[in-house]
């Protein structure tokens, strides 16, 4: 079974651009959520959406904004980009099963560089 | 909100035995997980205690003190591959399912 997949590996934008990565989740997963993690720093959550519908916001600005398809793939876009954007951005499914552990699996991640 | 404390850094040889230690403070508590990541690569799941005591999974264990708000990642016979950093995360019974991750532990295992 193919895990979570995320485009584009890398990218490279400058400041005030925006951008748009992009998440399958594993097959019957249902949940997205997404996370930036800066060098050195654990992953900071961003969005979750469950079933199309945004079930969680961290503490990001609106620059921000997220949203899930009905074949539960997912796309987080980023506007008017900052040097500080610069980080990995992972993408994160699960069965959002309402008992624990609701395992997280993580894809490989989106690397963005703000020029 | 929440927050979880973990060293930055351990050191080890390998076939050592190694703990790394997680405080947390949160508004809500549902259960305390770990993560591997490796250089460049994705976290990946090692294991999640949500009541107090030992669970075990192979070469690592995973312990939690609810009232102490303290857990530990305990990896034994430690290999080469082991090198990498190590998340623990908490999920809060807020309704939101996605986890609070601490800074991490880089674990460098040494010949």
């Known amino acids: 079974d193919a895990g979570v997949t995320q485009s584009p590996t890398h990218l490279i934008k400058t400041r005030g651009q925006h951008v748009t990565l992009r998440c399958s989740p594993i097959?019957?997963?249902?949940?997205v959520s997404w996370y930036q993690q800066v060098l050195g720093q654990g992953p900071q959550f961003i969005f979750q959406?469950?079933?199309?519908?945004?079930?969680g916001r961290g503490n990001f600005p609106d620059r921000f904004s997220a949203r899930q398809f009905p074949n539960y793939s997912s796309e987080l876009n980023v506007n008017a980009l900052l040097l500080g954007d610069s980080a990995l951005y992972l993408c994160?499914?699960?069965?959002?099963?309402?008992?624990?552990?609701?395992?997280?699996?993580f894809g490989p991640g989106t690397r963005l560089t703000v020029l | 909100g929440q927050s979880l404390e973990q060293p930055s850094e351990v050191t080890a040889v390998e076939g050592a035995i190694v703990q790394i230690n997680c405080t947390y403070q949160?508004?809500?508590?549902?259960?305390l997980s770990w993560y591997q990541q490796h250089d460049g690569g994705a976290p990946t799941f090692l294991s999640y205690?949500?009541?107090?005591g030992l669970e075990e999974t192979g070469r690592f264990s995973s312990f939690l003190s609810r009232s102490d708000s303290y857990g530990y990642l305990l990896l034994q016979e430690l290999q080469m591959k082991d090198s990498a950093s190590y998340f623990c995360?908490?999920?809060?019974?807020?309704?939101?399912?996605?986890?609070?991750f601490g800074s991490g532990t880089r674990l460098q295992v040494q010949p």
């Open positions: 205690n949500a009541l107090d």
């Open positions: 949160t508004s809500g508590f549902y259960g």
């Open positions: 959406y469950y079933e199309k519908e945004e079930r």
């Open positions: 097959s019957g997963h249902k949940s």
């Open positions: 995360a908490v999920k809060v019974d807020t309704g939101r399912r996605a986890l609070t």
């Open positions: 994160a499914s699960s069965l959002a099963r309402s008992r624990a552990p609701d395992t997280q699996y």
